[in-house]
DNA sequence: CCGTCATGGAACACGTATGTTCCACTACGA
DNA sequence: TCGTAGTGGAACATACGTGTTCCATGACGG
């Protein structure tokens, strides 16, 4: 399969980027909006993805690609459970307005489906070595993770004198606080 | 001000209702949808609000309202200010599709101002009482708060198994757990 | 210099949500 | 029995998002 021109991949990619910009802020935005922030005609627009449904279909393959990677990046296999579980929340932050875009999308439809299964055996791999209260069902710790991280991104969002430290500093504290087992 | 007939009222308090709880799944719903999950014709769902602003102000007011109601409730001024914040989150678990609504609406808007001095305050409490690490900016702490009682009702809706009892406890748990200074 | 490639704009048809008007029906009290 | 209040349905005009077609422009390599 041929490279498509690099200007191409370039024009569809600034597409994609600014799809998930704006359907973060409204799921609902229109195609001629995204199209102005990715600075393309309404009609290129078109051009890449004919219908709606498959601009959506593209950003949800694009979100999927940057989960794997993050979860990658978080080498989930050093550490216990609940280090895991930390070093991928700081992976998953710098994703950005991805975070609401799938926070949106009500917990979970395609891209989570694939590494969910990886996520669950963390999480029991921290009840097991005592790092994660195992009175917390698994799934219970993956809905916690996900809003705590993104309030973590909306509190950014709203105080911008906030450093991306510091608050992935509060982020951090606050959820292994409410993983740790209550022995520890 | 006279108390315009018993049925008006009834036929009002039933589209806002119906609204709260369409809303709440997708926020960019018809005004038809809202019409017939109230059981009235689209007509007099206009004869109440005559513009879609009109009702999602209306909205606003009633979600206001049962914040303030839960607040009560709440006996914020009891105990420590952790205590008086755990016992907010149970009645505001409650309140149901109002807190997906409030979610959606971005972190708070409207409802949320008039409160949110007195959740601050109580917050503030609770820092100075020992009771919640004063690490934690008050600010911090409150989204935390929206974000997990947001987790508890989505994974509420999601098992049907969990009973209610069993999802506050786990939020509880916690959410405590999150908010307790290290050195307790 | 010419051809193609990628693009952007204009215009159109179509569907849906919205807001309005008009008329008919039902319940209820005088 | 009559008049009124509350309601619902049908129809209409309007606005907006969508998907398509057609044509013009600028860039780039032969």
Redesign the interface.
Known sequence: MAVTSGVKNRTRQAIIDAAIDLLAGN??CSLGDIAAAAQVGRTTLHRYFAERADLLAAVSAEGGERLVRAATLADLERGTGAEALLRLCREYFDLGSLLSLMFAG??GECWESQDEGGLLRVIERGRADGSI?P???P??VL??L???L???W??RA??QDASRHHVLD?LT???S????PPSS
């Not at 606080?177 to 740790?180: D, I, M, P």
């Open positions: 799921p609902a009500q917990g209260d009175a917390l069902p799934d219970w809905a916690l996900w809003s705590q993104y309030a973590a909306e509190y709203q105080r509060l504290r606050t959820l606080n409410a993983l740790r």
